[in-house]
C-alpha cells in the first residue's frame, strides 16, 4: 500500500477532493526511506529461498543485515537464541568457506572428520627435498583436515523456512482470514508437499 501511495503520490495532488489526505514532504520521505529498507529486506528473503545456497552464504546475508540494521542483532547473529547448536553452525560455515577452526569448532564436526590414508615414504632422498619444496610454493589453505562432503552439502534452514512462509502468505489472502486454524493447517501441508500427490491422487479419499 505504501508503494502504491508513492508512485500515485503526484497524481493525487491535483485531485481536490483528496488534496487534504495528502502526507507532508517529511512524511513522505520517512515512507521513501522505509520502501528502501523493506526493498533491502525483501531482496534477502527472496535470495534465502535459493535450492543452492549455503550455509555460509546464508551467515554471509545474515551478518551484511546485522551491519546495516542493528535492530536485527538478537535474532540472526550467529549465536542467537533461535539457533540450536552455535558452535556446530559456525564450523560447518568455517568448513564451506576453507577458513581455520577453534578448538571447540574442531571438535563440533569431528564425527565428519575423513581419515585420509598415509602416503608412501619416498625411495629417493632428492625426492623428499623436492616435494618440500613443492609444498612450500603451493597456496596454503585455512586446514589441511578434510571433511566428509555432506558438511558442504549442507543446506541451511532459511530456505525450507522462507519457502513455507512465502506459501502461508499466498494461501492466507483477506479472503481466507476467517479459515479455522485447521482447514488453514491442511491447506499448508498440501501446498507444501504438492510434489507429493496431484488431483487425481484425492479423487478417490472419502470426506471421512
Known amino acids: 500500500m505504501l508503494k502504491r501511495y508513492v508512485g500515485i503520490r503526484d497524481a493525487i495532488k491535483m485531485v481536490q ?3 487534504d489526505l495528502v502526507l507532508r514532504p517529511s512524511s513522505r520521505r520517512r515512507i521513501v526511506q522505509l520502501l528502501s529498507k523493506l526493498g533491502d529486506l525483501d531482496s534477502e528473503c527472496v535470495k534465502l529461498q535459493s535450492e543452492d ?13 546485522v551491519v546495516k540494521y542493528p535492530v536485527t542483532t538478537s535474532y540472526i547473529k550467529a549465536d542467537a537464541s533461535i539457533v540450536h547448536s552455535p558452535v556446530f ?16 569448532e574442531e571438535a563440533a564436526v569431528e ?22 619444496l613443492r609444498q612450500a610454493k603451493k597456496p596454503r589453505h585455512a586446514s589441511a583436515q578434510k571433511y566428509d562432503e555432506l558438511l558442504s552439502q549442507l543446506p541451511p534452514t532459511s ?32 501446498r507444501a508437499n504438492r510434489d507429493l500427490w496431484s488431483f487425481t491422487l484425492l479423487v478417490g479419499i472419502d470426506d471421512a
Open 111 to 132: 564425527p565428519f572428520l575423513v581419515v585420509q590414508p598415509s602416503s608412501a615414504r619416498p625411495t629417493k632422498q632428492e625426492y623428499f627435498a623436492t616435494v618440500t
Open 159 to 190: 530456505n525450507r523456512c522462507e519457502h513455507l512462509f512465502s506459501q502461508c502468505k499466498l494461501i492466507l489472502t483477506p479472503r481466507r482470514s476467517s479459515l479455522l486454524p485447521a482447514n488453514f493447517e491442511m491447506l499448508v501441508f498440501l
Open 17 to 19: 477532493a483528496v488534496e
Open 89 to 104: 553452525e559456525r564450523s560447518v560455515v568455517k568448513v564451506q568457506g576453507d577458513r581455520r577452526h577453534q578448538a571447540d
Open 53 to 65: 545456497l549455503t550455509l555460509a552464504d546464508v551467515r554471509l546475508l545474515f551478518d551484511a543485515v
